[in-house]
């Protein structure tokens, strides 16, 4: 058996078999359960931005092509912009400017 970096070639087949796609799959599912739901306590809320759900969207259709690590980045991205929607929710709504704003007449005074 060929040693790579000090350990057996079949030791080291055996470990990477244990890091394939199976648990890429896992964690994935997990990563976008969580932005599931992120959204969805955003939507509860009314706070949800059109970016965030549109993320979801995607992150939902890199699943369905299995592509595991940009699922996962896209869905974390989902969870991100939900959770932003909802702290703004903190903030006090703008208030409109009780004074109307100056006319601009082009420099010129009448």
Do not use: H, I
Request: negative net charge; aromatic residues 4%; charged residues 25%.
């Amino acid at each position: 058996m060929k040693a790579v970096q000090g350990l057996p070639l079949a030791l080291m087949l055996a470990w990477c078999s244990n890091c394939g796609a199976g648990d890429l799959e896992t964690e994935c599912e997990e990563v976008l359960s969580q932005a599931e739901l992120a959204v969805a306590r955003a939507r509860s809320r009314e706070a949800l931005w059109t970016t965030a759900a549109g993320a979801l969207r995607e992150a939902r259709r890199l699943r369905r092509e299995r592509v595991w690590a940009d699922c996962m980045d896209v869905a974390r991205e989902a969870q991100r912009l939900s959770d932003l929607g909802l702290q703004q929710l903190d903030y006090p709504p703008e208030r409109e400017s009780l004074s109307p704003a100056p006319a601009n007449n082009g420099g010129f005074s009448q």
